[in-house]
């Protein structure tokens, strides 16, 4: 079945300071690639669509420069959350869809 | 956009009783996939039911889309089966694809006790 790996699944990074999530399909090729962010008893919210080859696609509210997306190959996203700090703090997942949509391990990420 | 509920927010069972989990959404989809999330947040694909039934083990659901609503049946709980369970749509208005992004309901808590 279709596999997406997402790397790391927990970071603790300095205020001020850049982090790099990478989503990865394993078994199959994603020219589109979703990611959401989910905080603490809450359901998902898509921050983004990452498009292969063009830029992504954010949803109202998203920062566009503090959340880089770069979806370069097939198989391969990545979300940058730069000059990070204690309010970036969440769990982030990517998703991406084949037959069904299957999502990566998520991120949880904390600021201090 | 289009609207997903989920019932109960929350639920409470002791070990081996069943339940039903209810989704409703506000327009025709062309994708529902019930998903578990696990204490380490971890989303785990049970069901991709656009329609019709589906069993899978102690898990079954079903989809009547005409009505709006999906039903997700856990028989015979067990304390593993405890996390969030969310229901998520891709509206049929959104490209006509399967591969359009999901609208996530908010969720039944599910805690079961031994």
């Known amino acids: 079945g279709a596999v997406v790996s997402q790397h790391p699944s927990w970071v603790i990074c300095k205020s001020g300071t850049s982090v790099k999530i990478e989503c990865r399909s394993l078994?199959?090729?994603?020219?589109?690639m979703f990611w959401y962010r989910q905080f603490p008893k809450q359901s998902l919210m898509l921050m983004a669509t990452s498009n292969e080859g063009s830029k992504a696609t954010y949803e109202q509210g998203v920062e566009k420069d503090k959340f880089l997306i770069n979806h370069a190959s097939l198989t391969l996203s990545t979300l940058t959350v730069t000059s990070a700090h204690p309010e970036d703090s969440s769990f982030y997942i990517c998703s991406a869809p084949s037959v069904a949509h299957t999502f990566g391990s998520g991120t949880r990420l904390t600021v201090v | 956009g289009i609207q997903v509920e989920q019932s109960p927010p929350d639920l409470i069972l002791q070990e081996g009783a069943n339940s039903t989990l209810r989704c409703n959404f506000s327009?025709?989809?062309?994708?529902l996939q019930w998903f578990h999330q696990n204490p380490w947040g971890q989303l785990i694909n049970l069901f991709y039911i656009p329609s019709g039934t589906k069993q899978n083990g102690r898990l079954s659901a079903t989809t009547v889309a005409t009505e709006r609503y999906s039903l997700l049946y856990i028989s015979s709980s067990q304390t593993t089966d405890s996390g969030v369970y969310f229901c998520?749509?891709?509206?049929?208005?959104?490209?006509?694809?399967?591969?359009?992004?999901?609208?996530f309901g908010r969720g039944t808590q599910l805690t079961v006790w031994p």
């Open positions: 078994d199959f090729q994603a020219t589109t």
């Open positions: 998520a749509v891709v509206p049929l208005a959104d490209r006509g694809s399967t591969l359009g992004r999901l609208y």
């Open positions: 327009d025709s989809v062309n994708n």
